[in-house]
């Protein structure tokens, strides 16, 4: 009988220490605090108890999770990782790349691209991965024309043909839905734009193919990414109950990669 209460005592500790195992993981709120909090059920069924933080600003999820505060982030794409550790000197990494966010051009004031006038003022990211990817999308919507050597981190002085004279304002890109309607166009980060009421495959003007490069990664320390609850958390963000979710839930704003 005492084996018997000791061996049932010894199991419900290992299940109590199971169950308070915490992940804490930085997210932007559309989409990617939803996604977490859409698989948080599955995840406690696993022993992990995940609390999702949300920010609403690019910087202080990457700062933190660096700093250890936070065990991941998730509202990132791999271009903006390599930009910000190169910047930061922090080590950050992508344990698993979840979806992709097709960039758009939006606007309140004009129907097309085509209708932009002389001077037409333009307003995109002000950080280098993402103004150089709305850069790169004007260049593919025949708006402008980038310097041959222009790539992912362009800036407007990579413009070697601008025909309509066009204004480039660079702003942090969570203001930007804010000042649409003080702008010809704004470039805008999708999980911004669904945050806002847009939605991306109606009302941009532009925007990326499914194709884009720019796939949305969850993101920790190198010390942290084999860590038994990270990987369950990748392990439950990749099932097909994920992709049904994403696919029924954003309509092809945003689109699974796995």
């Known amino acids: 009988m005492k084996k018997t209460l000791l061996l049932a005592a010894a199991l419900t ?4 220490s199971a169950q308070a195992e915490k992940l804490q993981v930085a997210a932007t709120p559309v989409p990617h605090a939803e996604i977490l909090e859409f698989v948080k059920p599955k995840l406690a069924e696993q022993g992990v108890t995940l609390d999702v933080k949300v920010f609403t600003d690019y910087v202080q999820p990457n700062i933190q999770v660096a700093e250890g505060r936070l065990d991941a982030n998730f509202f990132q794409h791999q271009p903006y990782l390599d930009e910000f550790n190169a910047t930061k000197g922090t080590k950050l990494v992508s344990v698993a790349g979840i979806h992709i966010e097709p960039f758009g051009a939006y606007s309140s004031k004009v129907a097309s691209l085509d209708e932009l006038q002389q001077g037409s003022q333009i307003a995109i990211p002000n950080d280098a991965t993402n103004g150089g990817r709305a850069l790169l999308l004007l260049q593919a919507a025949g708006v402008l024309t ?9 800036t407007p002085r990579d413009i070697a043909d601008n025909p309509k004279k066009l204004r480039v304002r660079e702003l942090e890109a969570a203001t930007l839905p804010r000042v649409l309607n003080q702008v010809d166009v704004a470039l805008i980060n999708t999980n911004y734009a669904l945050e806002a009421g847009l939605n991306p495959q109606k009302d941009a003007l532009a925007i990326e193919g499914a194709d884009s490069p720019y796939v949305n990664i969850l993101v920790t320390r190198e010390d942290n990414q084999q860590a038994d609850a990270i990987q369950k958390l990748v392990e439950v963000l990749k099932t097909e109950e994920v992709r049904t979710y994403i696919n029924e839930k954003y309509q092809g704003a945003v689109v699974p990669v796995f």
Not at 13 to 16: D, G, N, Q, R, V
Not at 147 to 153: F, N, P, R
């Open 13 to 16: 500790a290992f299940s109590l």
């Open 146 to 154: 980038l310097k041959d050597e222009a790539g992912i981190t362009a």
